[in-house]
């Protein structure tokens, strides 16, 4: 957390009110109220203190247990409950979330989840990968967002943006990329297996399978496709191109991420300085979210 720096007490103890949950900072704020001296209180929230996260994973587990009991209730009457039980701050995600669009099963099923996955549970492709990336670095929120959407395609990005205009947090975003995304190869070798099932049949006419080579491909890929095929090349070549893609290493890097390798070529840049150039590139709407957001939690 401190990068091997020497912080201060009090420096320490700031940046553990940051990552606590709501109840473990009023605690800390009380002790410190209440003359504790700073290290004492450092050492309690050590071995006791929760972190946001923590505290929304057992809060989601004691709801799940209590629906066990009340499996008749109503959508309406379960974010009632959910009202009454949640934080202050899950509480006001909730009804930004209804607000925005969100369907009452898409937010029941969201607070009732969190933490439902195994800590045993296999870590994704994309998990191992962006631990690799994050290995040493002390990222915030924004930070780790922008370096996994370095990593992935328009359709994700899109996916991110989305999720954030709903009212999901940044950390439920984060979470959601780790558990679920597929790494580009993955995706290559998925759609590889499908085309294979799609063009097994030998009597499909070209324009039929270029109609369903369309419905695989991404809106990039298609105008590939369609150069592909302006250029003269076959239907036949151009689907021998999508199958055997994911053998290509460029492949693993999307179009942001080679842009970013271009512009720190040759320059020695310093994380921090990597770190804000990716950010300088991201899109504005990402950017006017992002202000969106901080506003909505100032106001």
């Known amino acids: 957390m401190t990068q091997g720096q020497e912080l201060t007490n009090y420096q320490i103890y700031e940046l553990m009110k940051e990552q606590m ?9 009380e002790m410190v109220k209440n003359g504790c001296p700073l290290e004492e209180v450092i050492e309690h929230f050590m071995k006791k203190g929760k972190t946001k996260e923590q505290a929304q994973n057992e809060k989601s587990e004691e709801l799940r ?4 009991g009340a499996k008749d209730m109503s959508q309406e009457e379960i974010i009632d409950m959910l009202k009454n039980e949640l934080s202050s701050d899950d509480k006001s995600q909730l009804e930004k979330m209804l607000k925005n669009g969100c369907s009452m099963q898409e937010v029941i099923d969201h607070f009732l989840n969190r933490g439902n996955e195994s800590d045993s549970e296999e870590k994704t492709a994309f998990q191992t990968r962006m631990e690799e990336m994050m290995d040493g670095k002390n990222l915030n929120e924004d930070e780790i967002l922008a370096l996994m959407r370095s990593q992935v395609d328009d359709e994700t990005k899109a996916e991110i943006k989305a999720m954030l205009e709903k009212g999901y947090t940044k950390q439920d975003v984060i979470n959601h990329l780790l558990k679920n995304q597929k790494t580009n190869e993955e995706k290559d070798r998925e759609n590889a297996r499908k085309l294979i099932s799609l063009f097994d049949d030998q009597e499909m006419s070209e324009q039929e ?9 991404n809106n990039e890929d298609k105008a590939q496709m369609e150069e592909m095929l302006r250029r003269g090349c076959t239907i036949e070549e151009v689907i ?6 994911s053998d290509s290493p460029d492949r693993e890097k999307s179009n942001f991420a080679k842009n970013i ?8 840049l310093s994380e921090d300085d990597v770190l804000q150039l990716i950010e300088g590139q991201l899109d504005d709407e990402y950017k006017t979210e992002n202000r969106k957001e901080n506003d909505y939690k100032k106001g």
């Open 21 to 29: 949950d709501a109840e473990s900072r009023k605690k800390m704020e």
């Open 261 to 268: 390798e271009k512009l720190i070529e040759g320059k020695n």
């Open 209 to 217: 399978k270029i109609n369903l080579l369309e419905k695989q491909l």
């Open 240 to 245: 021998g191109h999508f199958m055997s893609r």
């Open 65 to 68: 247990q209590k629906m066990e």
